[in-house]
């Protein structure tokens, strides 16, 4: 039984020095797109998880709790969980729906990657990697 738990802690030490190795690698190239401020910050913190994320739900950290997000640090997170779901061959502009995480929950019994929002905006976008400038 130990060598399983150490196994499971030497696992969990990966995950998260992985993690950290990514978003560095964000923060630096988005950093790029909006300069080394507060848009770059919230933006690679929204895209953070993407990567492992079933259905390519993005959390946008609101340091400053300013009432809304700046419409470009919105529109960039949403073209990145676009870009991580299954829309990410669209042609066109895809819908993403945009939350408080307080309106968000996860019932019993839903699926993998399958929340309940209580309410949420919809911005349309098309889906954008990384490696792809922001914007239409």
């Known amino acids: 039984m130990p060598a399983r738990r150490a196994l499971v802690f030497l696992l969990f030490f990966a995950s998260g020095f992985a993690g950290l190795v990514y978003q560095v690698l964000w923060m630096r190239e988005l950093g790029r797109l909006f300069g080394n401020g507060a848009q770059a910050v919230a933006t690679t913190l929204a895209a953070f998880f993407l990567g492992v994320a079933a259905g390519s739900h993005v959390v946008v950290r609101n340091p400053f709790e300013l009432e809304a997000l700046p419409r470009p640090v919105l529109e960039r ?8 779901s299954k829309a990410r061959g669209a042609r066109g502009k895809v819908e993403v729906h945009v939350c408080r995480v ?3 929950r996860k019932p019993k019994g839903f699926a993998p990657g399958q929340v309940q929002l209580k309410r949420w905006d919809a911005v349309k976008v098309y889906p954008k990697g990384l490696d792809e400038p922001a914007g239409d």
Request: no cysteine; hydrophobic share 75%.
């Open 77 to 84: 997170a949403a073209e990145l969980a676009a870009w991580h």
């Open 102 to 104: 307080a309106d968000v």
